[in-house]
Each structure stands twice: as structure tokens, then as C-alpha cells.
């Protein structure tokens, strides 16, 4: 496709279940990341990843959020044991370099719901 | 201290009006990288300007100006001639660049901006 694309569009759990939450970047971009944007807010960071490299994590809120991107191309964000607070759309954006520069391409995001 | 602020939660333009965005930061980095992007309502996070610190003159990009002003660690979005699908939740974000490798952005709360007809 065209641009980054996320799936599922909406995800409900209900709290203490598991989700799997999906990013396809544009093909043959290096940089991918996910940030947690809550409503009203603007996005927070949570992870960074060079190809299947993980470089930085530090936005992560606890050891219940895991990222992987395994083969350098789709991403997945898991998170264990939903709770409430994790209620937020998830954006995933990728870049075509290893350096970021000037600009990120988002998907639409996965709007989460834990009831 | 947030790093990123943006003092209109919401501000209504009339169409073909000009528009100013306000942004403030604050950072200790002598390298860092300024940003504005776009969120209609289909939730998309659409990249609209750049600005490096290290730029003396002000990114344009069409419609679109950043007014920098480094020394007030100010960087307004102007937004000329506004049309209607200019709608949307306006976002400035800011990339520090003193430790190499870090490459996220931190997001401010955003303008919602409403073009009137």
C-alpha cells in the first residue's frame, strides 16, 4: 500500500485480556515507531525501532507494553493484562532513513478500548 | 516544565483568513528540530513543516510558514489563506538532538482549528 497502515482500526478488551496490535510501514523504510495518544492529548512516545533493531524503549509505561519488529518490516506492539489506563489510539509512524530528519509518516492508529 | 506548549485549545478563522498557531518550547539543546503536523478527524498524523535550529531563515512550505524565533523559543505555524479542510487538530512537536540517537518527538496538546464559511 501507499502509506502506514494499522490494523485493527478499533480493538475493545476487556481488562486483563491481551492485544496484538499491527503496523505495516511503507515498504523499505528503517525507521518505525509507536506513540500512545490519549484523548485530548497530543502523542507520547513509547518505542523506536532501526530495522529489527529496538533502539530505544524508554517511552514504554510498564513491563505489561512489549514491541517487536522482527524481519525489519511489520511491527506488532503487544500488551499484556489490559487495563483501563491503556485506553488510547496507538500511532505507528515509519521514515525512509536511519536518521529521521524531517518527517514521519502515520498511520490512521488503532483506537483502543478496555472496558 | 512541559517541553512543548500551546496555549489555544481552540481557535475559529474565517475562510481565506490568515491563521497563526502558537508554540512554545523549551529545551537546553543547542540542536534540535522543530515540527507542525495535522490531524483531521480521520486520525492520520499529517506532516505539514520543518524547522532545524540551525536554520537562519524561517521553513516555508505552500501555504504554510514557521515563525521562528529562537532567542523567545517560539516557533507559530501561519497558515495563509485558510480553506475549509484546513479543520483539524494542529500539532507542534520538537526533536533534541544533543544525544545522538534519540529520535522521538514530544508532542504538545494541540489547536483545534475551525475554518468558518
Known amino acids: 500500500g501507499a502509506g502506514v497502515s494499522q490494523s485493527p482500526r478499533y480493538k475493545v478488551a476487556k481488562r486483563g485480556q491481551d492485544v496484538a496490535l499491527r503496523c505495516d510501514p511503507i515498504?523499505?523504510?528503517?525507521?518505525l515507531f509507536w506513540y500512545q495518544q490519549a484523548l485530548g492529548q497530543g502523542p507520547e512516545f513509547l518505542t523506536y525501532?532501526?530495522?529489527?533493531?529496538?533502539?530505544?524503549k524508554s517511552g514504554l509505561p510498564s513491563d505489561r507494553f512489549f514491541a517487536e519488529r522482527p524481519e525489519g518490516s511489520v511491527s506488532t506492539l503487544k500488551i499484556q493484562r489490559t487495563q483501563q489506563e491503556d485506553s488510547a489510539v496507538y500511532l505507528c509512524?515509519?521514515?525512509?532513513?536511519?536518521?529521521?530528519?524531517?518527517?514521519?509518516?502515520f498511520g490512521s492508529g488503532t483506537q483502543l478500548s478496555v472496558l | 516544565a512541559q517541553k512543548i506548549t500551546q496555549t489555544q485549545p481552540g481557535m475559529f478563522v474565517q475562510e481565506k483568513e490568515a491563521v497563526t498557531l502558537d508554540c512554545t518550547y523549551d529545551?537546553?539543546?543547542?540542536?534540535?528540530?522543530l515540527f507542525w503536523y495535522k490531524q483531521p478527524s480521520s486520525g492520520e498524523m499529517i506532516f505539514l513543516i520543518y524547522?532545524?535550529?540551525?536554520?537562519?531563515q524561517n521553513a516555508t512550505e505552500g501555504r504554510y510558514s514557521l515563525n521562528f524565533q529562537k532567542a523567545r523559543k517560539s516557533a507559530n505555524l501561519v497558515i495563509s489563506a485558510s480553506q475549509l479542510g484546513d479543520s483539524a487538530m494542529y500539532f507542534c512537536?520538537?526533536?533534541?538532538?544533543?544525544?545522538?540517537?534519540?529520535?522521538?518527538?514530544?508532542f504538545g496538546t494541540g489547536t483545534r482549528l475551525t475554518i468558518i464559511p
Open positions: 512537536a520538537m526533536r533534541e538532538d544533543s544525544n545522538f540517537g534519540n529520535e522521538k518527538l514530544t
Open positions: 515498504s523499505g523504510h528503517v525507521s
Open positions: 525501532f532501526q530495522n529489527e533493531a529496538q533502539l530505544d
Open positions: 509512524a515509519s521514515s525512509p532513513r536511519d536518521r529521521v530528519g524531517e518527517k514521519l509518516f
Open positions: 529545551t537546553s539543546d543547542q540542536s534540535y528540530g
Open positions: 524547522q532545524g535550529s540551525y536554520d537562519e
